[in-house]
């Protein structure tokens, strides 16, 4: 970033003011409220903000949380990979259509996620009535939730490598390729080193994204406690139970969560010397 | 050796006739096929779900009073927060690319902890904080302002989830501005204030739709963080993602996904308009350079 020329200064009063309505917006909306999470967890102290942590319901949320994570992460890596290459490396008919495809479920309501997999699997269809009437339940089950997350999460990582592998160009690759070297050789051995940080970054948002997916979630999960019930949907159950202690140390958790994937984006974009944005 | 590469190579050619890069047919395939059962099949059921309503059916639902007020709320709602996330937007990004002063780093990390967050930890910490009893709450009920359980509760999650979308598009919109075009302005006499309405927002334009169309498109199917601020009261502090839910809960398949459809249109409409909004701008600004 340059420094901008003397010339170009805001007054100093222009300067104090604006950067004071920014900490002041801040502070109201994000920095407070983050805080205040916890401190209302630690409210009673170490030892029940331990206790609500080890309590049977949370201890199954968080390893059904982790379960689906487990499988949702590695699906949208692959995924990930094979769209961008397509979308970056070649170019034929329809690939704008299917860019706009694959940002989809960017905007649509996570309510609205949740939901088209209820109207396919709900008992009174009949996919939905074979696989109850086969014992393998999907929705108010853990493949519901799967599902869900599978289609909120599904372009975190694709989005991250498109623009990546679109500015690496072709040129190393047909190298390779010239030199004699097959195609998951070229893949493994050129493009995937250069594309080691882009990955890395579009995996943490999607690992976020699906800790903490709770409205697509919420619709397809039936809330059943210990079974289906994932730790943002945990932390409403416990709102509204008014444990409220309770809820903020899982909540807590969460937040530790989300500032530890900001931390890492933040040392990425340090480490790749770019800034990148999402948006 | 050399003949096996020049047949591979020919090989390859004819198959994706624009590259010799392998994999394009099993990237291809396998892309489609994860998108449609992932993305297309799901979504497809939404109209015909839809469909199998009879027009009375479909009238009566979009004619409630309840299902319209809900519509009303999450639209008016969501623009007020765009337009609101637009000015805070605009100042911190200015902030964040043109000053520099301790915590700017920490700050910029922060913009995006409303993307981290889940919705339910958001919701639950605003509504703990904004209610009556609240750190923040209680000192606004001084001056009779109540921010949980009323539409302002809404208004006041909706800007959460929205703002940051405005700082991220207008951060290199602001990076890319040449400051040699501002130093020319200032040369010629133009004041500060001159500069940054006549040189700086024309250009910042642009962005700034885009920042409204991501913050407005995202507040209309926000729903974590509303419910919990909200109070959920019908006709007044309902939104229609919540009415899906209850719709849902009642199970009435076609009336949600009819309202999911109509909330689905609406979004997309609106960012297709803020798209050709945006290309229009562009093409102007194109002429008004080349003519310039």
Redesign the interface.
């Known amino acids: 970033m340059r420094k901008p020329p003397l010339l170009l200064k805001d007054p100093v009063w222009m300067k104090i003011l604006l950067i004071l309505i920014s900490f002041s917006f801040l502070s109201l909306i994000v920095i407070i409220p983050l805080l205040s999470i916890f401190l209302q967890a630690f409210a009673e102290g170490w030892q029940s903000y331990l206790r609500a942590l080890s309590t049977f319901e949370t201890i199954s949320a968080i390893k059904l949380s982790l379960l689906v994570t487990m499988i949702v992460v590695p699906i949208n890596i692959l995924f990930g990979l094979v769209a961008s290459w397509l979308i970056s490396k070649f170019s034929f008919p329809g690939r704008q259509l299917l860019i706009a495809s694959i940002d989809l479920p960017l905007s649509v309501s996570p309510v609205i996620a949740g939901l088209i997999f209820v109207l396919l699997f709900n008992s009174q269809t009949t996919l939905g009535h074979w696989f109850i009437e086969n014992g393998f339940p999907i929705i108010y089950a853990i493949p519901g939730i799967v599902l869900a997350t599978l289609f909120v999460t599904s372009p975190y990582v694709v989005r991250e490598l498109i623009p990546l592998l679109q500015q690496l160009g072709n040129d190393e690759e047909e190298a390779a390729h010239l030199l004699g070297a097959s195609g998951l050789r070229t893949f493994m051995r050129v493009t995937l080193p250069n594309i080691k940080w882009g990955l890395l970054y579009g995996t943490i948002l999607c690992t976020a994204r699906a800790l903490g997916e709770f409205g697509a979630v919420s619709v397809v999960s039936g809330n059943i406690q210990g079974l289906t019930n994932t730790l943002p949907l945990h932390v409403e159950v416990l709102y509204n139970e008014y444990k409220f202690t309770q809820a903020f140390a899982v909540a807590s958790l969460l937040t530790f969560i989300a500032v530890v994937t900001l931390t890492l984006k933040t040392v990425i974009e340090l480490k790749t010397g770019k800034i990148q944005r999402a948006g | 050796?050399k003949g096996?590469?020049l047949t591979k190579?020919i090989y390859?050619n004819k198959y994706?006739k624009?590259?010799?890069?392998?994999?394009?047919l099993?990237?291809?395939s396998?892309?489609l096929f994860?998108?449609t059962l992932?993305?297309?099949?799901?979504?497809s059921?939404?109209l015909f779900?839809t469909l199998q309503m009879n027009t009375s059916q479909f009238l009566s639902l979009v004619s409630s009073p309840r299902v319209q007020a809900a519509f009303k709320i999450s639209f008016g709602l969501s623009l007020m927060a765009g337009a609101i996330s637009i000015f805070?937007g605009t100042?911190?990004g200015?902030?964040?690319?043109?000053?520099r002063?301790p915590g700017r780093?920490v700050?910029?990390?922060?913009?995006?902890?409303?993307?981290?967050?889940?919705?339910?930890?958001?919701?639950?910490?605003?509504a703990?904080?904004y209610s009556e009893q609240g750190?923040?709450g209680s000192y606004l009920n001084q001056f009779g302002i109540k921010v949980a359980f009323t539409p302002l509760g809404i208004l006041?999650a909706l800007?959460?989830v929205g703002?940051?979308?405005v700082v991220?598009?207008v951060?290199?919109a602001l990076?890319e501005i040449e400051?040699e075009v501002?130093?020319a302005a200032?040369?010629l006499g133009a004041t500060?204030g001159q500069t940054v309405r006549k040189i700086i927002m024309p250009q910042l334009t642009p962005a700034l739709l885009?920042g409204f169309a991501?913050a407005v498109?995202r507040a209309?199917?926000?729903?974590?963080s509303v419910i919990?601020i909200a109070g959920n009261i019908p006709m007044v502090s309902e939104i229609v993602?919540?009415l899906?839910?209850i719709k849902?809960e009642q199970f009435d398949?076609l009336g949600?996904?009819a309202l999911?459809l109509l909330?689905?249109l609406a979004?997309?409409g609106l960012?297709l308009f803020i798209n050709v909004l945006h290309m229009l701008l562009r093409i102007s600004y194109a002429k008004t350079s080349s003519a310039a």
């Open positions: 050796m096996d590469c190579f390859v994706s624009r590259s010799v890069i392998a994999g394009f099993p990237t291809l396998m892309t994860y998108l992932i993305v297309f099949i799901p979504l059921g939404l779900n805070f100042i911190i200015w902030v964040l690319t043109r000053y002063f780093r700050l910029d990390a922060i913009i995006d902890l409303p993307f981290a967050m889940p919705t339910s930890v958001s919701g639950i910490t605003l703990a904080l750190w923040i006041l800007i959460f703002f940051p979308f991220r598009a951060q290199p990076e400051p501002e130093e200032a040369c500060r885009t991501l498109a209309l199917g926000e729903y974590g919990f993602p919540l899906i839910v849902l398949y949600a996904s999911a909330m689905l979004s997309l960012l």
